[in-house]
């Protein structure tokens, strides 16, 4: 059985390590670097920790789900707190956007206080349509925070699907 050791100096604190052990070490090095990379590209530089973990700042991005069958493509996107006069739905060419902007006030009164809280945020959210889509019988429903849109494929669309078997090769 090996023995595992604490390579540290002893009389050392764990906090007084991290610095010698960042830059001694070079995977070390390499990572925070590596995350520093990814935090500059995706969320810029000035704010990146508070953007991670702050839902009050930045921009409401819903989520959404797309599936495709043979005879339509289906939207789903969450909008909690949402009513269907603040969304719009957009269909134009190949593409589908989902557009809206959110309000949320808080109040909260009390004898000793007032406390008023007001959050906005719009969204614009657009999907490319990977075939054609009949826009005369597309449809969109709001229920209970969930916007579903059914975009059924053109007679056209349907028939370009071609199966090609697979072979096995031996």
Do not use: C
């Amino acid at each position: 059985m090996v023995e595992i050791k604490n390579l540290g100096p002893k009389g050392r604190q764990r906090s007084d390590l991290l610095p010698t052990l960042r830059e001694e070490h070079p995977f070390s090095l390499f990572r925070e670097q590596f995350n520093r990379l990814f935090d500059d590209f995706f969320f810029g530089r000035e704010l990146a920790p508070l953007r991670m973990t702050d839902p009050w700042y930045g921009a409401f991005q819903p989520h959404i789900d797309v599936k495709e069958s043979d005879t339509e493509i289906t939207v789903s996107a969450e909008l909690p707190g949402m009513d269907e006069k603040d969304i719009e739905v957009l269909l134009s060419g190949d593409a589908l956007t989902i557009k809206g902007e959110k309000k949320e006030e808080k109040e909260d009164k009390n004898k000793h206080y007032y406390r008023m809280e007001r959050r906005y945020g719009s969204f614009q959210r657009t999907i490319p349509l990977p075939v054609e889509i009949d826009a005369k019988k597309a449809d969109a429903s709001f229920k209970k925070g969930i916007l579903h849109v059914t975009l059924p494929k053109t007679a056209r669309a349907k028939e370009a699907v071609k199966k090609i078997t697979v072979k096995s090769e031996k």
